[in-house]
């Protein structure tokens, strides 16, 4: 089984920054994309950003050029660098991996809140 557990969500004002974690463990023999999800309340859970095994990256639109994600392979952590923050920025974050363990599945962490407010 592979556990991914995030941290460093919090509450920040606007125009702050924050970074995000999150370390997988477990059986894990490889990981390929590794990525950054949110939800908001009342709203669809969507992609802020993924990167490959090589680190290839892709953004949704409201992230590019305030967030960067980022990985340590030896460590199996993913980091979400977030500037310039909004109050639409203002969700649930989860991380999520597609990992070679005893078989390829995807799994999910457990969500960090972020909330953006003076």
């Known amino acids: 089984q592979v556990q991914l557990v995030e941290s460093g969500g919090g509450l920040v004002q606007p125009g702050g920054s924050l970074r995000l974690s999150c370390a997988a463990s477990g059986i894990i023999f490889s990981i390929n994309t590794m990525g950054w999800y949110r939800q908001a309340p009342g709203k669809q859970r969507e992609l802020v950003a993924i990167?490959?095994?090589?680190?290839?990256?892709n953004y949704a639109d409201s992230a590019k050029g305030r967030f960067t994600i980022s990985r340590d392979n030896a460590k199996n952590t993913v980091y979400l660098q977030m500037n310039s923050l909004k109050p639409e920025d203002t969700a649930a974050y989860y991380c999520?991996?597609?990992?070679?363990?005893?078989?390829?599945?995807?799994?999910w962490g457990q969500g960090t809140q972020v909330t953006v407010s003076s």
């Open positions: 999520n991996a597609n990992v070679l363990g005893r078989r390829l599945e995807v799994y």
């Open positions: 990167i490959s095994s090589d680190g290839t990256t």
